[in-house]
């Protein structure tokens, strides 16, 4: 592949979270989030740690282990679904605003509860979201597998338009496998080539 | 096409406007006293990088869309259609020299003239190049017009400012592809 600049073209973001929210409602099945004012920022964190010996003093060292990967994605909304955004909130705070109740609303889950239940994403359970990234010129879409959103800065309220800024993390998740012979809820995590994102585009997603 | 000198002639302005204003029909605006100028405003970033002098000249350019801007001295006119694109252009306000709240939207995801799209297409007929001007979705702006009020015939300068507008920005993932800025065509 040769080198040139590399223009992702306009970006759409998409979401799909977990079946427990409706199969044929917002979010429980592919959904879209919006569009940004301005480009999708994304950053990844890699995560290594050093093994240090005598030999090599105490500062550098002789050997690092990887140790995972996350990455962060900041998008400021412009053009977006308000009742798709509730959702993804909501459900990055454990889901705690079921489906009863009206949009738009912000109910946390009760202190504790896991994104992941153990089950797959976009199973039902799972709090995690599917989140894409469309990318029409350049053909290269972004799908982070397992998201949700970490922080949400400050939104005006007023007369102009209404931007929201969300940061959202994206990490390997993977429900634990339960070996023969282990009981209990948790098993043995097989972090085995976890997936952070790839190349997949909405709605070509292999469940 | 040949070259030759190009006349457009005897252009008279027409808008057409939201359903349900005062405009709805395609309805003359007036004659001007001296010629209309069309200005466009093509907008480009530059892509720089330090291998092509960082950021002193670009090394590549993308383009980002456009504007126009129509202005015109109007001296023959209809004062009530004048009026109507004035209150189109503030968002559909029910009488000349009255505000909608702010934070109004001109174009409301809608489509082209209906009753919630505000934007204004603006026709400049050309009687003897016939190759009439067309612009969508057009506005007054900031300063819509200096109306001089004496003894002498009023010429009143007026702005129309043309964009891009569509009614969903993503466009099937086609941005803007294809919206068009103006045309040669005629609203009827």
């Known amino acids: 592949m040769a080198r040139d600049y590399v223009v992702n073209g306009e970006c759409m973001v998409q979401v799909w979270g977990g079946a427990h929210l409706g199969e044929d409602q917002p979010v429980g099945m592919l959904s879209e989030l919006g569009l940004a004012s301005e480009g999708v920022e994304i950053t990844a964190f890699f995560k290594h740690k050093d093994v240090l010996t005598d030999d090599f003093g105490p500062v550098v060292p002789a050997e690092v282990m990887t140790q995972l990967s996350e990455v962060r994605i900041k998008m400021s909304l412009i053009h977006y679904d308000l009742e798709v955004l509730n959702i993804c909130l909501n459900e990055s705070l454990g889901g705690g605003n079921s489906l009863s109740l009206p949009w738009p609303s912000l109910v946390p889950a009760a202190a504790g509860t896991l994104l992941g239940n153990g089950v797959d994403v976009t199973h039902s359970g799972c709090h995690f979201m599917r989140l894409y990234l469309s990318s029409p010129q350049l053909q290269k879409p972004l799908r982070f597998l397992s998201t949700y959103v970490v922080d949400q800065n400050e939104f005006k309220m007023g007369t102009e338009r209404t931007v929201h800024d969300l940061l959202w993390r994206a990490i390997p998740y993977t429900p634990p496998v339960l070996s023969s012979g282990l009981t209990g809820r948790l098993g043995q995590f097989t972090p085995l080539n976890p997936t952070i994102f790839d190349n997949t585009a909405a709605g070509d997603d292999n469940l | ?188």
Request: aromatic share 10%; net charge negative; with cysteine.
């Open chain 2, 1 to 188: 096409m040949a070259r030759d000198y190009y006349v457009n002639g005897e252009s008279m302005v027409q808008v057409k406007g939201a359903a349900g204003s005062a405009i709805a029909n395609l309805s003359q605006l007036g004659l001007t006293d001296d010629a209309i100028k069309v200005t466009p405003a093509f907008k480009f970033q530059e892509v720089s990088l330090d291998a092509w002098g960082n950021q002193k000249v670009p090394n590549e350019i993308q383009f980002m869309l456009a504007s126009l801007t129509i202005r015109m001295n109007l001296v023959h006119f209809d004062k009530d259609i004048l009026n109507a694109c004035l209150q189109e252009s503030v968002g559909g306000a029910s009488a000349f020299g009255t505000m909608k709240r702010a934070g109004t939207r001109l174009g409301n995801s809608a489509a082209r003239f209906a009753a919630t799209n505000h934007f204004i297409g603006v026709n400049i007929t050309s009687p003897v190049a016939a190759l009439p001007w067309r612009f969508l979705h057009c506005y007054m702006p900031d300063v819509p017009f200096e109306f001089p009020l004496g003894t002498e015939r009023s010429i009143v300068p007026v702005t129309f400012v043309c964009i891009p507008y569509l009614a969903d920005p993503w466009n099937s993932g086609q941005g803007a592809e294809g919206v068009v800025l103006w045309d040669h065509g005629s609203d009827s």
